[in-house]
């Protein structure tokens, strides 16, 4: 469908809705809460019914963000609310946005999906699908629906959106910087986006104890001469030696894809529960990291993508790797 057709009927379908649910997905990164919090201002400025969950609560380097505190993660939203239209944000598919189980919960009439989203690996699973994989972020294609049906976007959408750009383009360092996103990210600028606040909250955010777990990720790279791979990890022990948690683990992947010479990069983290976390990072214009992370039940996109499994670290003479679990 063509994409201004689409937008159109989207926004029809926000404007008959009763209640609106807007899902971000699990330990939302800044995409997912500028994007959904963007959605929420404008839902917010019509007086349209609405509730924006997650289920995990945002990291606090977000806290500066307009409204970030109306983000509910209680479940039993799903329960009590008779929802009739879910925008699900940010997300290849229910799993990942960790609401697989509980749209089923919501009384009533099963809801409108409506899939908004970026990465190629998306499963198309709504009822309308503005999935654009070329696309920088769920933000961009938020800005360019706002944009195409003429909507003002007021200054907290802007730094909503502009975050959400920043934050998948590595700051406009990596691939995913297109001409699109900075031209995107230009207008949102002129809009209000306030750009120094969300570098100073953002980016420039890491604590002592943060720069010493990621010592401890830097100490142990080994590279694996064959494939040209580099892996590392950070164990449970790692984070409470730097009195520190997982939230101090977020961006090690893409610092280290700054590496030269490398096909691509592995980031190992040990989870509380007993599973393991791969962030998968790479600037190889022949490798498709997203293929490597399905093949484990994760996804992304090409040059950025994750997955978890059951298991446990192992360092071998080639690298890190996972020693999987029943």
């Not at 329960?79 to 089923?104: C, K, M, P, Q, W």
């Not at 955010?205 to 001469?225: D, I, M, P, Q, V």
Request: charge should be negative; proline fraction near 3%.
């Amino acid at each position: 469908m063509e994409r201004k057709r689409l937008h159109q009927e989207i926004y029809d379908n926000f404007v008959k809705a009763k209640n609106i649910l807007i899902v971000i997905h699990q330990n939302p990164d800044g995409d997912a809460i500028g994007s959904g919090l963007s959605l929420a201002s404008y839902f917010k400025g019509k007086d349209w019914p609405h509730t924006i969950f997650s289920l995990d609560a945002p990291s606090k380097q977000f806290d500066f963000l307009p409204d970030i505190e109306v983000i509910n993660s209680k479940q039993d939203v799903f329960v009590y609310t008779d929802f009739d239209l879910v925008a699900i944000l940010d997300s290849g598919d229910l799993r990942y946005a960790g609401v697989e189980e509980l749209i089923n919960k919501i009384p009533g009439s099963r809801p409108l999906l409506i899939n908004i989203d970026h990465h190629h690996t998306n499963q198309l699973f709504g009822d309308l699908n503005l999935v654009d994989p070329a696309a920088s972020s769920t933000a961009e294609i938020l800005f360019n629906f706002f944009d195409d049906l003429r909507i003002d976007i007021n200054q907290n959408m802007a730094t909503n959106l502009l975050t959400g750009i920043l934050m998948d383009t590595g700051t406009f360092s990596n691939p995913a910087t297109t001409i699109d996103s900075l031209s995107s990210s230009a207008k949102l600028l002129i809009q209000g986006g306030k750009l120094p606040q969300i570098i100073s909250h953002a980016v420039k955010n890491k604590e002592l104890a943060t720069l010493k777990l990621w010592g401890k990720a830097l100490s142990r790279l080994k590279k694996n001469n064959k494939t040209g791979f580099v892996t590392t990890a950070i164990t449970q022990k790692d984070m409470e030696e730097c009195q520190t948690n997982e939230e101090a683990t977020e961006g090690v992947s893409n610092f280290l894809n700054n590496l030269s010479d490398t096909k691509a990069v592995i980031v190992f983290r040990e989870l509380g529960d007993g599973m393991i976390k791969g962030s998968l990072r790479t600037t190889d214009d022949l490798i498709d990291v997203s293929e490597i992370a399905t093949m484990f039940g994760g996804g992304g996109h090409k040059k950025a993508a994750g997955f978890t499994v059951k298991g446990k670290l192992e360092e071998t003479v080639d690298g890190w790797q996972v020693k999987q679990t029943p």
